[in-house]
């Protein structure tokens, strides 16, 4: 074969070999290709959400909280959004977003293969990435369900998505997913949240310049927000607004009004805790919807929680406490608490934690966390199981000094604030005056078990020790506990569980419908009507006597309380109420280091007559309100058992009362011959009988008072505040009375069978001891 043939054949040989490995090697690679990209369709619709899910989806809210006066307390999110319907956008703002994010967005099935060729030329073109290939559906997609990482595998689980989107909605659904998705820069998410915090208004309300400024933000938030780069927003909003005309969106004249139109920002509000308003409160109906319903819901929900305080109340009392401690501050005082509860509702009005002014380096809520002595504001408790008991107001107690063996090394002897003491007092005048010996011996005579299940019964939750010290506040409380135990006074022994949340409602769209929670009060009558009347009249006397210990809160209409002073000059106190609102200040050091000359009457009871003068006029517009709008919905107010209606509480009961006068020695019926009496209102037929006959009158019935209505705030009698009946003053009592039932026949101690019995009032040394003999079971 010639040489030349030879070389012709194997070339060709070569040739065919060439394209045969090139064949393979092909197919190899389409092979391998093909399993990669299956591999990896298959991994990614594994992981990718259902159909279901991505049909049913609905972006996270914040959660809403609003005060009983209709004031926005706080927003509370990870992601601050408010969803608004597509019919609440502007058509401009839709256009602007469509204009400059995917001007195909009506054209496409969720992936436009036109706008990605586009980009990748203009890319090629200027050697860097200048546009990107993502429709608007994509973009929701990766923001809804994906990173912002840079993979093949995220941009395919992007184009998937956006495809099973555009399946589940229509484009004008998610058009507003979208536009109530996207982040739009310094703390924003959603076009309503973005108009309120740019423009201080809402989407709705918005311009077409406006509606172009915001458009052009989600694309580089941080770098286009006008808070930071207003000439990068202007020069943003400008080429979305050429983008607009060029699409026919606008006109030209329209472009050109909007590019010379001045932008006017709301200006950037305090963010996380520093935006809350009446900020303990917040944190403490935080835990409350934390512990109902779980963080989640609490921050994602959507939630409207609709509270109990005021917020006109609320500024009040945080002007108040703030002026009281800095005017003590030459006192060593450096904090405090104030909280206010209506009584008969137990609905939180006001709660001040502390008097720091920024809340994100002072968290702690002093009127909740802060365990502290109460002091003499504790006596209360003690005085209503001796009233409870049957012991009287006018009741005298030893005011002499005593001591206890057992207390330490070297016992206890409780003493009076001023160290002066007397022989007796009566028990109205030693709660006035704050005589801690007269608390003390009260204590020892009614037991102090029972002064603890009081205590708690009224409200107090916290561990009390079982020790006669116990009765000058020697355990720790919280304010909270102390104003809402005070409170069961105020509404004649019914108490209320204190509530800080009205209604919970699932979002501002719901509102009509979509309850998750309402709360009604949680009222129980914890004491008899009568204790809490007699109790009600010595609160009123430290108020009103001159020379009680609460005389600084005498400008407060209807006011009563109790003060409370630790001995070391820890703690003061002034509980206080009127029949309409219970308020408990506390002031002290976090240290617990001491203040000086500071007590609950010179510091704590001028700030809280300060506050409840001007708290007690908001009150009572607040009460014309709701009974204004109860009139107009025509809704009839009523009392079911366990609760008490807001309306009628001030109203007088239908229960006949009966006042009738008291000899102060015996304790019966005064005769005219008694040297001292006192006046006090029973239940009509509960009101004793007999004449006093100590003092040398008769029984005739002709003596017996007539029955009369009580005013609502009888202030002491003379009796009560004149004489020499103040701590270190002198009595003419020798020693304590005690007040025993004795047979009228024989003068002994009455047994069940004596036919007639009085009730007698004796020296205690004079009391008899023996028990009737003459009268026996019958044979």
Known sequence: MPTGRRRRKSGRTKFRRFWLYTEVIFLLLLVVTLAVVGSAFYSVMRILPSSADIASYEPTQSTKIFSSDGVLLANIFEENREVVPIGDIPKDLQNATVAIEDERFYKHPGVDIRGIVRSLYQNIKRGHTAQGGSTLTQQLARNIYLSQERSVSRKLKEILLALELERNFSKEQILELYMNQVYYGSGAYGVQ????????????????AECALLAGLPQKPSGYT????????????NVVLDHMEGLGYITRSECEDAKNDQVHLAGLQPKGMMQYKAPWFITYVMKELTKKFGADLMYHGGLRVHTT???????????????????????????????????????????????????????????????????????????????????????????????????????WSPKNFDNKYSKSMSMKQAIAYSVNVCAVRMAEQVGIGKVITFAHMLGITSQLDPNLSLALGSSVVTPIEMCSAYGVFAAKGMRAEPTAIVRINESDRNDDGGVIEENRPVVRQVLSEQTA??????????????????????SVRGARGKTGTTSDDRDAWFV???????????????????????WGGNVCAPTWAVFMRRALVIHEKEHDREKAAQDANKQQSSVTPGTTSRLHRNEPTARERATVTICRDSGL?????????????????????????LHGGNNSTDNLPTAEQPTANDTPSANDTAGPHRPGATTSSSDAYVTVVICADSGQLANEYCPETVSRRFLRSE?????????KPPQ
Not at 576 to 598: A, F, Q
Not at 767 to 775: E, G
Request: glycine share 10%; with cysteine; aromatic share 10%.
């Open 309 to 411: 305080l005021n917020y006109e109340m609320q500024q009040i009392a945080e002007d108040a406490l703030r002026t009281g401690v800095h005017n003590a501050r030459r006192q060593r005082v450096t904090q405090g608490a104030l909280i206010c509860i209506d009584p008969a509702t137990g609905y939180i009005k006001a709660m001040v934690g502390g008097v720091n002014p920024d809340f994100s380096k002072d968290q702690f809520n002093r009127t909740t966390q802060a365990k502290r002595q109460p002091g003499s504001s504790f006596k209360a408790f003690v005085y209503t199981a001796a009233i409870d008991e049957g012991f009287d107001p006018n009741y005298r107690i030893s005011n002499e000094k005593l001591s206890y063996k057992g207390y330490g090394p070297k016992g």
């Open 193 to 208: 949240t973005a108009a309120t915090l740019y423009f201080g208004k809402d989407v709705k309300d918005l311009t077409l």
């Open 767 to 775: 009391a008899p001891s023996k028990v009737c003999r003459v009268h």
């Open 669 to 693: 019926l005064a005769t005219k011959d008694c040297p001292s009496t006192y006046r006090v209102t029973y239940d009509l037929g509960k009101e004793p009988t007999t004449f006093c006959t």
């Open 226 to 237: 006008p808070y930071e780069n207003r000439e990068a927003a202007i020069g943003r909003r």
């Open 576 to 598: 206080g109420y009127t029949p309409e609102l219970s308020t408990t200040v506390w002031v002290g050091n976090d240290n617990n280091s001491t203040m000086r000359d500071v």
């Open 533 to 554: 009347e007699l109790m009600d009249d010595m609160f009123r006397g430290v108020v009103t006597m001159r020379g009680g210990t609460g005389y600084n809160a005498k």
